[in-house]
């Protein structure tokens, strides 16, 4: 009896070991960036401007009224558009999220910045499953300035001249105009940091600029080659910064401007630094 006794009070220490002690014990999953994108049902369609695969319009299911703005303007020039409903990082995302996903840095994100980054990713995520060669990715803040459909000629242009291009931004924008002399931001042990310094290239005949540090990913076409970059990129690399300054640090990343401005913004209505209150349709 005292050694059925034994018997037992050893395997209880063992299974105590196993769970308390032994750090081979499996412990619940980290929060990792990957396991919080949402995956997108759409229907491929055509979107009414040549070479681009689909067109994707971020959402939040609270903005209603933005969705509705943005949907009016997509039909009046015959475009078809994907909204994607979009992560609400104020609602779906605890800090401790935010935490693990800008490990080892501290967490200086606001949720509304993160659910804008899962939301970009789980667009490019979706791109990369359908195998897309080139899509357009919108906000549903900005403003068309004028014929969508002319960018089709820029990509042709943009092809011809780097066919390894990633990013078209729709806008002109600069460091100046944006944040006086504010110079670019640095992030810690990257390899770009030299180069984001470097001022803008004008192309000779070209219709377009490279640019090597912007912000502002709210209209943005990017290439296959873009796609793959970026989704390596935040699959390998921690979290630092937001969105639209962190793909600045991506190695050899080719990113362009229009020499003329196909969309506006407006900064203050943005949902990212500021929790939004649900909108009714108006």
């Excluded at 840095?105 to 990713?121: F, I, N, R």
């Amino acid at each position: 009896m005292k050694i059925r006794y034994g018997l037992a009070l050893i395997a209880i220490l063992g299974a105590a070991y196993l769970l308390l002690i032994n750090p081979q014990t499996e412990k619940p999953k980290k929060t990792t960036l990957l396991s919080l994108l949402k995956p997108l049902d759409i229907t491929p369609v055509s979107t009414g401007i040549a070479g681009i695969d689909s067109i994707y319009c971020i959402n939040l299911d609270v903005r209603k009224d933005k969705w509705e703005k943005m949907e009016k303007q997509c039909s009046d020039q015959g475009l078809q558009v994907h909204r994607m409903s979009a992560i609400n990082g104020w609602k779906e995302l605890a800090r401790l999220h935010i935490k693990e996903i800008q490990k080892p840095y501290k967490a200086l994100l606001t949720k509304g910045q993160v659910g804008c980054l899962l939301s970009h990713l789980s667009v490019l995520k979706d791109a990369e499953k359908r195998n897309f060669n080139c899509v357009m990715v919108l906000e549903d803040d900005v403003n068309f300035l004028g014929n969508m459909k002319q960018i089709s000629a820029y990509l042709e242009k943009l092809s011809s001249t780097d066919p390894e291009w990633d990013i078209l931004f729709l806008d002109h924008w600069t460091l100046a105009k944006h944040l006086g002399n504010r110079p670019p931001e640095n992030r810690p042990c990257s390899k770009m940091s030299k180069i984001i310094k470097k001022p803008q290239e004008l192309i000779k005949g070209a219709p377009f600029q490279r640019t090597y540090y912007r912000h502002g990913g709210y209209a943005m076409i990017v290439s296959k080659n873009g796609i793959q970059k970026i989704n390596t990129y935040f699959t390998e690399t921690p979290v630092f910064f937001a969105y639209d300054l962190e793909y600045n640090h991506i190695n050899n990343i080719k990113m362009y401007e229009t020499d003329r401005e196909f969309v506006s913004v407006d900064l203050r209505i943005s949902d990212t630094s500021t929790k939004p209150k649900d909108k009714l349709s108006s």
